[in-house]
C-alpha cells in the first residue's frame, strides 16, 4: 500500500469522499455532523493524504492544524470491503509520524458515540489517543467522543 498527499482533485477521491460525508449524515443528527466536504478539506491548513493498494483507493485522513502545536486529526476512512484489513492503522501510524514531523505536540479529534463508531474509537485507544473534553470550536454533545494524545 503507498500513502501520499492528495491535492483532491481526482473523481474518486471527490466520491469517496461523497460517500463518508452521506455515510455520517445518515449515522449522526445534523447538529453533530462534522465531516467535512471537498471544499473544507480543500483550505491551506490541512494536509490530505490517500491510501492506494495498487490503483485502487482505499483510504484516507487529514489532519487541520489548529494553532503551533496542536492538529485536528479528520477524514479518517476505509473503503468498506477493506475494513479491519490494517488500511486505518497503516494511514494512523503514517499522519502521526507526519504531525510529529511538522512540529505538532498534540493531535486531537472527534467521533461519534453510536455503536456504529465504536470500532474507530478502539484504534485510536489503541495509538494512545484518551478521552478529552471538546477542543477548537467544539460544544459538549452527547453524540461526539473527544480524544487527544500528546506526540
Known amino acids: 500500500m503507498k500513502i501520499a ?7 474518486e477521491i471527490a466520491g469517496f469522499l461523497d460517500e463518508h460525508v452521506q455515510q455520517m449524515r445518515s449515522i449522526s443528527p445534523p447538529e453533530s455532523k462534522h465531516a467535512l466536504d471537498l471544499d473544507a478539506l480543500r483550505r491551506p491548513e ?3 493524504w490517500s491510501v492506494r493498494d495498487g490503483d485502487l483507493l482505499v483510504g484516507c485522513g487529514a489532519i487541520k492544524g489548529l494553532d503551533a502545536g496542536h492538529a485536528e486529526l479528520k477524514s479518517m476512512r476505509t473503503m468498506a470491503a477493506r475494513k479491519r484489513s490494517g488500511v486505518a492503522s497503516l494511514l494512523l501510524e503514517h499522519i502521526i509520524t507526519e504531525a510529529k514531523r511538522m512540529g505538532f505536540t498534540r493531535l486531537s479529534l472527534e467521533t461519534g458515540t453510536a455503536e ?7 484504534l485510536y485507544e489503541k495509538f494512545g489517543f484518551i478521552d478529552c473534553k471538546p477542543f477548537a470550536d467544539y460544544q459538549p454533545d452527547p453524540n461526539s467522543a473527544f480524544m487527544t494524545r500528546k506526540l
Open 5 to 11: 498527499i492528495d491535492d483532491l482533485s481526482g473523481p
Open 46 to 48: 490541512i494536509t490530505f
Open 116 to 122: 456504529f463508531f465504536l470500532p474507530a474509537r478502539k
